[in-house]
């Protein structure tokens, strides 16, 4: 596996590739190793923090089992300055929101599987990464999507 760590708007980010695709993506870490996909996914990462990019467009390794892969997929659906609420996610997936909440915390892929944009039906709705509620607001802010909840 390879990793590399990079300065965003958002704090350091790592993201790690293993198998030609990305693996993960941590909040804080280190890592600076060298790679064609770790240049790419690294340039979208900035792109994005610089209002650039809205959607990532990265080989993306499979996480977990056919509820994760379909939160996931559905959390990949949902357009950029825009939200989703846990309810409305778990209609789609035909699960429980509180299962669809606990696949949204496993994501493995914050920021470029964007969890952030999933929401409760009356608030944020919490977030997994360090600061939690601040950093989905942070980016929500960035997508211009948390007017749309106060």
């Known amino acids: 596996m390879l990793s590399r760590a ?30 064609p996909l770790l240049d790419e996914a690294e340039a979208q990462l900035r792109a994005y923090g610089e209002g650039r990019l809205r ?7 499979p996480a977990g089992g056919p509820l ?3 939160v996931m997929a ?8 825009e939200t ?3 309810g409305e996610i ?9 299962a669809v909440g606990q ?9 470029v599987i964007p969890c952030h944009r999933v929401t409760g039906a009356n608030g944020l709705g919490g977030f997994s990464a360090p600061g939690g509620a601040e950093t989905k607001v942070r980016l929500l802010r960035h997508e211009g ?6």
């Open 84 to 86: 989703r609420t846990y």
């Open 90 to 98: 778990a209609a789609l997936v035909s699960a429980p929101a509180q």
């Open 55 to 61: 959607d990532f467009d990265l080989p993306l390794a």
């Open 6 to 35: 990079a300065e965003t708007p958002f704090g350091r980010l790592t993201l790690t590739e293993a198998g030609g695709a990305i693996v993960s993506l941590r909040f804080g870490g280190e890592g600076a190793d060298a790679s």
């Open 68 to 70: 994760q892969q379909a």
């Open 74 to 81: 559905a959390m990949r659906a949902i357009p950029f300055g």
């Open 103 to 111: 696949a949204c915390g496993a994501n493995p892929i914050p920021v």
């Open 145 to 150: 999507a948390y007017s749309l909840l106060i």
